[in-house]
Nanobody
Framework: VQLAESGGGLVQAGGSLSLSCAPS????????MGWYRQAPGKQRELVAR???????NYADSVKGRFTISRDNAKNTVYLQMNSLKPEDTAVYYC?????????????WGQGTQVTISS
């Protein structure tokens, strides 16, 4: 299973970006989908997470600005990012905790760069 992310880029502070992530390969069910980010010199951190029963949690730094959602039919997860700040600059990674042919596993995307200019 591979996760394909799209939607990163360069925007000015205050702008918006939308990320999407879809799996290829055999996934039978998804427990949770999420977005993480890693800025230079920092550890990877959770940005937003959405469970199969629609529970969400967000990093405090993005609450009220970012929204995670999913399209169940496509097994696709989205991250709508509004009111972006320079400190949101990072590589954003998609994550899925899902049942594939080898059982329950964590899958990661390759990352997409998000850069916010001041």
């Amino acid at each position: 299973v591979q996760l394909a992310e799209s939607g990163g880029g360069l925007v000015q502070a205050g702008g918006s970006l939308s990320l999407s992530c879809a799996p290829s390969g055999n996934i039978f069910s998804i427990n949770a989908m999420g977005w993480y980010r890693q800025a230079p010199g920092k550890q990877r951190e959770l940005v937003a997470r959405l469970t199969s029963n629609s529970r969400t949690n967000y990093a405090d730094s993005v609450k009220g600005r970012f929204t995670i959602s999913r399209d169940n039919a496509k097994n696709t997860v989205y991250l709508q990012m509004n009111s972006l700040k320079p400190e949101d600059t990072a590589v954003y990674y998609c994550n899925m905790n899902a049942f594939g042919v080898t059982g329950l596993s964590d899958y990661w995307g390759q990352g997409t760069q998000v850069t916010i200019s001041s």
